[in-house]
Structures are given as structure tokens and as C-alpha cells.
């Protein structure tokens, strides 16, 4: 699509649990071919309460903060 850039993949545990193989060699795949990907933890709240914010999600764990940090840079 003329004027659309990708900037990347953002991977979201489905589960508070470890990966399973398969899944994690799926997302590996998926995500040769974006420009950079990032895997997110699975975060409870994000099941049922509404969006987070950006104030939330600063408040959030360290690799959801490098997530936002990386992706505010990529966009300004």
C-alpha cells in the first residue's frame, strides 16, 4: 500500500505460561518478515479492563517500557 511503512511486529503472549516449541518457531517465522519485532508478556488486565494507556503502560514492566521507549523512537 503506496505510503504505508511497516515498522514492526508486536508479539503478545497468549498465556501467563511459557511459550510451547511450536509457537515460538511459529512467531519466529511470522517475524522474518517485518523490520523488527518485539515480544510482549502476557498481561492480565489487558484480558478484561479497558486499553491500557500510555501512563499505564510506563508503569508496566521493563519490557514493556523498552517496547514503548523503541517505538516512540521509530515514530518521531
Known amino acids: 500500500m503506496p505510503g504505508v511503512q511497516l515498522l514492526g511486529l508486536v508479539l503478545i503472549a497468549d498465556a501467563p505460561t511459557k511459550l510451547p516449541k511450536a509457537l515460538k518457531e511459529y512467531s519466529k517465522l511470522v517475524g522474518g518478515g517485518a523490520p ?10 489487558w484480558r478484561t479492563d479497558s486499553p ?3 501512563s ?4 508496566s514492566n521493563r519490557k514493556l517500557r523498552r517496547f514503548i521507549r523503541s517505538a516512540e523512537h521509530l515514530i518521531t
Open 52 to 54: 491500557a494507556t500510555n
Open 56 to 59: 499505564d503502560l510506563r508503569s
Open 36 to 45: 523488527r519485532t518485539w515480544d510482549l508478556p502476557w498481561v492480565e488486565e
